[in-house]
């Protein structure tokens, strides 16, 4: 039923103009709108003791928050920065804050939180209240001098220094509000002053101005050898060319995944699975010979349930503008007493 609701929505939400059923939603549009005012009007800001950056967007589902938290926490520690994760840990059991360990599984913290902390290697804390989770990860941590919010765009709560909203190549879709459209809140004529904008699929796809960044994926891991962490199992891509291979994605828009692996020469058939999929149970045939996956549902593979199927994971990379990195490091410390409302 999930899977058949996405599927629904997708049609709906990422068709512009809207179409005769998305205006049909567009009543519950406008209270949608009216409640997220008043809650936002009954939320107190509240400043953390290190500057915060928020990566989110506008839209629901993925448009490469999570690739591009590990690219801008990559880049903050190349410049000499110690960054921290905060995170609401979607899919997990419990909504208070707590660390992130390497021992976690996805039930205790979430899937994403788990690929943050393996692929960062800082401090990562999940809860519902970014507030508490980063007030507890700065107390434990006192070495962070910068936090980064994986999501958290609308939880105005969190008073941030930077923005750094994530567009994929939809854009808004059809620009209305949920659940007539995809967008979270109205898309602005322009960014606000401290904020910025990435474009994740290498070009714009709305009216505002912002950076674009390349994905690429180059590597495929067997699944035991990425969770030890030993690279020199890792193959080119090209190496799986030629072989008919299953391509399985629990992601809100599995499509991406399967474009890229198209791109790259590959031969597969594409396995799309509801986003956070928990892979209790195995989704291809037993008798699967090779299967491709993101490093989101990796962190919940076991191998020894793979039986005889090869389980390959492929990572994800951003590589995004130095010009970003640095207008974002001037709006985290240059000025770290001002914040966004």
Not at 32 to 45: D, M
Not at 118 to 141: F, K, S
Not at 156 to 183: C, K, S, T, W, Y
Not at 242 to 264: I, N
Request: net charge positive.
């Amino acid at each position: 039923m999930k899977a058949w609701l996405e599927a629904r929505f997708a049609r709906l939400w990422w068709h512009a103009p809207p179409g005769a059923a998305a205006w049909a939603l567009w009543p519950l549009s406008l209270l949608y709108r009216a409640l997220r005012a008043v809650h936002q009007r009954r939320q107190h800001t509240a400043v953390l003791p290190v500057p915060v950056l928020v990566v989110g967007n506008y839209v629901v589902g993925g448009a490469g928050k999570t690739p591009t938290v590990i690219a801008i926490v990559q880049a903050l520690q190349a410049r000499g920065h110690r960054p921290g994760i905060v995170s609401r840990g979607h899919g997990r059991r419990g909504d208070g804050a707590r660390a992130v360990t390497a021992a976690d599984g996805p039930a205790e913290v979430g899937d994403e939180p788990l690929l943050l902390q393996r692929r960062c290697g800082v401090p990562v804390w999940v809860g519902a209240d970014r507030v508490e989770a980063g007030r507890r990860l700065c107390a434990a941590q006192p070495q962070v001098d910068v936090l980064v919010a994986d999501d958290g765009l609308q939880h105005r709560r969190l008073a941030r220094q930077a923005e750094l909203v994530v567009f994929d190549e939809r854009g808004a879709g059809n620009g209305l509000l949920l659940p007539a459209g995809p967008l979270r809140e109205p898309l602005p004529s322009a960014p606000p002053s401290r904020c910025r904008v990435l474009y994740t699929a290498g070009r714009r796809s709305t009216p505002l101005p912002g950076a674009l960044a390349t994905r690429r994926l180059t590597q495929a891991w067997p699944l035991a050898a990425w969770q030890a962490g030993d690279a020199t199992q890792a193959q080119a891509l090209a190496t799986l060319q030629g072989r008919p291979l299953l391509a399985a994605a629990g992601l809100a828009a599995p499509q991406k995944f399967f474009d890229m692996l198209a791109a790259a020469g590959l031969q597969v058939t594409p396995l799309p699975l509801p986003d956070h999929h928990p892979f209790d149970t195995l989704p291809w045939p037993p008798d699967t010979a090779d299967v491709l996956v993101t490093e989101k549902d990796a962190v919940k593979l076991a191998p020894a349930r793979m039986g005889g199927t090869r389980v390959w994971v492929l990572p994800l990379d951003f590589a995004i503008p130095a010009a970003l990195v640095d207008a974002l490091a001037d709006l985290l410390f240059a000025s770290p007493a001002k914040h966004l409302p």
